[in-house]
């Protein structure tokens, strides 16, 4: 259940404050995809709402995929956060990964 509202929040309040504003949701959805499970779930809900694919979403996350991919989705971070855990405790990894989506928002909000 935590896992559904935190997707949830993550498309509908910091995806609009994040991503591009005329194309948040599109990119939003990829997104979303990518975080319960695999891209082409993602790739799949944009071709609900776009069809042809002309929003430009699929080329923006085709351009950043190969920069995100080896740290994010099973890349380094995951191979990572067993020695992290050793050396850190977990609230000073949740306060950083909280730190990050706020000054994610706020830069949103800046562009």
């Known amino acids: 259940v935590l896992a559904v509202g935190w997707t949830a929040v993550c498309l ?17 959805l990829i997104n979303y995809g990518m975080s319960t499970g695999t891209t082409a779930t993602g790739l799949l809900l944009l071709r609900m709402v776009d069809k042809d694919l002309e929003s430009g979403a699929a080329e923006d996350y085709a351009l950043a995929a190969p ?19 050793e050396f850190v405790s977990l609230g000073v990894i949740a306060a950083i990964a909280s730190a ?3 000054g994610l928002v706020l830069l949103g909000r800046r562009i």
């Not at 920069?67 to 855990?85: D, H, N, Q, V, Y």
């Open 12 to 28: 509908l309040w910091i995806g609009r404050r994040v991503l591009p504003s005329d194309r948040w949701m599109e990119l939003g």
């Open 67 to 85: 920069l995100s991919a080896p740290f994010i989705g099973g890349g380094l971070l995951t191979l990572m956060m067993p020695l992290l855990l």
């Open 100 to 102: 990050t989506v706020v």
